[in-house]
């Protein structure tokens, strides 16, 4: 939070502190506890994951997405024109905000990072010149922010995929992105085998990179399958 | 040399005239009885609400890692509002001779001229006793930075309107500090004082309190139309699932006094108190429920020469005057045009208003066509 | 009730005039028409910029509502074609709220009087006159115009209504804010009182503004 006084938004009182919670008792953790097996099966996930496109009607394109407590909203505006110089190329920016306060500022970067990444690859930046994309992400709900936030941020990426279509903005292909929980590792695919994102936070994820992608390669086969079901049956 | 020109008229589809030329397109649909949304004149949009399950105490057992404490997930029409209640606690400003025993020997030495304020003359503010809650309402419209007026204006008279309805007193907000002991096997109590429970205090405590504050943020989605009635109707719904934890001190912070000196004086100043908040057990929100309305917001159109004419020609719409009351204003076209607007906010029985603005010429048939269309809409609410 | 008012107060701006009602006292001053920045400007009408500052502090979003509600009122009345691709500004410092942080009502009404005053000794046009009255509803239903700040603070509702003045009388509503607790009738009682108010309030301004006439006219017949 800004040091300074904030005219323009009622913050309330300066002297006031954050709530302090005790940690959960081990009854509750259990059943917070995150079930490997669950995580990899990705085909519970698909049946169990609620998509919705469109929703936000000021914005070119948005989707909605909500699997196991995790709630995320994607607006994209654009191709607008941008102010200032001539440029070849549309401009890419990304923006997350967070609704539920466990977001810190790296966080944010890492994942506006990551899907800017994805996404510059993939969008056929030269036939927009001129213009600028804009993707707002939106958190509303987070299932574990410490254990499986790039869980979170593979549905993110799914989600901005679904979002960039409904925006008609012309990608060279779907972005399907996939998470392993036991290497703690998120990886994007486009044409089933050429990786255009990945963001690994377990110390020996390097070593296993090759079973990973295996792993993730199979898993992101059935999320492409499910988008593109998705896709078509909202067409219709 | 003769060439006929021939003038043609252009013409527009009916979205891109509604851009154009607002005001024309919303007389010519006035005319034919509709309102570009499709809505009758005076009908209500939908609202429904859910809880959106954001809230660290869930439906079920399971207590989320999360501080958010009241949630709703409001949609009406296209727009949705997404309303997340969190909490700040802070330390109550308190006479000194409350909390210090020693505060008149304190008094004596640092505050001379200081005499007894405790019975002086002002009258005692109707407002004293309730607390607003502070809400940063957000709209998003693809742009980064600043708050924009609108956002300004409506977080701000949500605060006003939220304090001045009375709807959430003081004593609701008071953090019920609980202790907490281990005991010789080690193992951990935490005693709470309950409401019924008239014992004195722990005698080992400090009389110091605390309270406290709760935050909105408040974000929409698709806005179309003007905002006050879905921000405060989601704002409201949250707090009523809002829950409070209970709360301890950490025992660490032990009852210490610090001696200080200062320009030969000498007094004491006590340690900090760190708040920690129970994992689970919570209260939920105390609200004054009956103070609890909805707020509803009507345009006033004025049909003008033409469109009038063309209601005679039909011959079919049973408008009788020149000027037609619209409800829940909804989209550019209306927004744009509705020169004259009502907005009231009433309790729950809709027997007291608590906030009205009226802006421009508006009869009093039409307040009172309002507030019974308030009154009707507030029937169904409740079912 | 008390209620002062002096114009052509400031001689940097276009017009100006300050206001006693008490309590509260209030200086407004307006300039214009002026050139707008690219983005005020309308193509076939005034923009109008409403700046209100505290009287304490800097402002804030309290001070944000208030501009939001002085400027729904001047939109009714200026003649807004007169001036098209131009910039109205009108800015009003609060000297004396008069009244506790919670409450706007003293202030409002203040300012909306004050700025009637500023725009007819800038000669911006006005398509009518407009005056406005602060009233507050005790406990016990009674309606006290022009509270002081202890009675504010003791009633349950705080009301501000303005009315367009036509031929020296109260003609139609303006605006009417309203805020607490109050009932349908009381707030047609309000606006009734506040129509019989807003005439004196008229009244007095007619002398503060036919000596404003008096002091502009330098020929002496």
């Known amino acids: 939070m800004a040091t300074t006084i904030d005219r323009r938004r009622l913050l309330g009182p300066a002297n006031a502190k954050p709530l302090v919670f005790a940690p959960l008792p081990e009854e509750y953790q259990q059943k917070l506890q995150i079930d490997a097996s669950k995580e990899d099966d990705i085909e519970s996930q698909i049946t169990r994951t609620f998509i919705k496109s469109g929703l936000i009607t000021n914005a070119n394109g948005s989707s909605f997405l909500e699997l196991d407590g995790n709630i995320v909203s994607i607006s994209v505006y654009g191709p607008r024109p941008i102010r200032g110089s001539f440029v070849e190329k549309t401009t890419l920016s990304v923006n997350l905000e967070d609704n539920t306060g466990l977001f810190n500022d790296l966080l944010n970067k890492k994942f506006c990072q990551y899907i800017e990444n994805n996404f510059l690859s993939v969008i056929n930046l030269s036939k927009y010149p001129k213009s600028g994309i804009d993707i707002f992400i939106n958190i509303i709900s987070v299932q574990d922010i410490d254990q499986l936030y790039l869980k979170l941020l593979s549905l993110v990426s799914d989600a901005t995929t679904l979002a960039i279509i409904d925006a008609g903005i012309e990608i060279i292909d779907l972005v399907v992105s996939s998470f392993d929980y036991e290497n703690n590792t998120v990886l994007s695919y486009i044409k089933n085998d050429e990786i255009v994102g990945i963001l690994g936070e377990s110390e020996d994820s390097i070593e296993n990179l090759s079973k990973i992608i295996e792993k993730t390669q199979k898993k992101s086969i059935h999320v492409k399958n499910a988008l593109t079901t998705h896709l078509i049956s909202t067409s219709q | 040399m003769s060439e006929e020109f021939e003038f043609k008229p252009m013409s527009f589809p009916p979205a891109v005239v509604a851009r154009i030329s607002p005001e024309l397109s919303l007389q010519r649909h006035l005319a034919i009885g509709i309102r570009p949304n499709l809505r009758k004149f005076e009908e209500f949009r939908n609202i429904e609400f859910n809880d959106g399950g954001l809230s660290r105490y869930g439906s079920d057992d399971q207590i989320k890692n999360t501080s958010v404490l009241g949630s709703s997930v409001l949609k009406s029409g296209n727009t949705t509002v997404i309303t997340t209640i969190t909490a700040g606690i802070i330390e109550e400003d308190l006479p000194a001779h409350e909390i210090n025993d020693d505060a008149a020997a304190v008094n004596a030495v640092f505050a001379k001229d200081k005499t007894d304020d405790s019975n002086n003359d002002i009258p005692k503010s109707q407002l004293d006793e309730y607390e607003s809650i502070y809400p940063v309402v957000e709209v998003e419209r693809g742009r980064v930075g600043a708050p924009t007026d609108e956002e300004m204006i409506l977080s701000q008279k949500l605060y006003e309107t939220f304090l001045h309805s009375k709807i959430l007193s003081k004593d609701s907000l008071k953090v019920k500090v609980g202790l907490r002991s281990i005991d010789s096997q080690g193992k951990v109590d935490i005693y709470y004082k309950d409401d019924d429970d008239d014992s004195e205090d722990f005698g080992l405590g400090p009389k110091r309190s605390w309270k406290f504050v709760l935050y909105a943020k408040v974000k929409v989605f698709s806005r179309s139309g003007p905002l006050f009635d879905l921000v405060w109707a989601s704002v409201l719904s949250a707090l009523q699932n809002t829950k409070l934890p209970r709360a301890h001190i950490d025992e660490n912070a032990a009852d210490i006094k610090i001696p200080v000196k200062m320009r030969g004086n000498h007094g004491t100043i006590r340690e900090q108190y760190q708040i920690i908040c129970d994992a689970i057990s919570r209260d939920p929100l105390k609200l004054n429920n009956e103070a609890i309305g909805i707020s509803s917001n009507f345009g006033i159109i004025d049909i003008d020469e033409e469109s009038i004419q063309t209601l005679q020609n039909e011959d079919s719409m049973e408008i009788d005057s020149k000027s037609i009351l619209l409800t829940d204003i909804e989209g550019e076209e209306e927004e744009i045009s509705s020169k004259k607007t009502i907005s009231i906010v009433s309790d729950r029985d809709s027997k007291n208003l608590k906030s009205l603005t009226i802006i421009g010429n508006v009869s009093n048939d039409q307040l009172r066509k309002s507030f019974e269309l308030t009154k009707f809409r507030f029937k169904h609410f409740a079912k | ?221």
């Open chain 3, 1 to 221: 009730m008390t209620l002062e008012s002096e114009t052509t107060i400031l001689n940097r701006v276009d017009g100006s005039a300050s206001l006693d009602a008490g309590e509260t006292k209030v200086i407004s001053s307006v300039s214009g028409p002026i050139e707008p920045k690219a983005r005020q400007e309308l193509p076939t009408t005034s923009a109008l910029e409403v700046i209100i500052r505290a009287d304490i502090g800097v402002s804030n979003t309290r001070e944000k509502l208030l501009e939001d509600k002085l400027r729904a009122i001047l939109s009714q009345v200026i003649i807004g074609h007169l001036f098209p691709r131009q910039l109205i500004q009108i800015t009003s410092q609060v000297l004396e709220s008069g009244e506790d942080r919670e409450y706007t009502s003293k202030e409002l009404s203040a300012i909306v009087n004050s700025s009637y005053l500023a725009l007819i000794d800038a000669n911006i046009g006005l398509s009518v006159s407009f005056a406005a009255q602060d009233i507050a509803i005790t406990e016990s239903g009674e309606l006290i115009a022009g509270p002081t700040k202890e009675q504010l603070r003791s009633s349950k509702s705080s009301h501000v209504v303005v009315y367009a003045i036509e031929n020296g009388e109260p003609s139609n509503i303006l605006f009417s804010d309203s805020i607490g607790t109050f009932t349908e009738d009381e707030v047609y009682r309000v606006l009734a009182i506040a129509k019989q108010h807003t005439g004196k309030v008229h009244q007095k301004f007619r002398k503060t503004l036919q000596e404003k006439v008096e002091k502009d006219f330098v020929w002496s017949v």
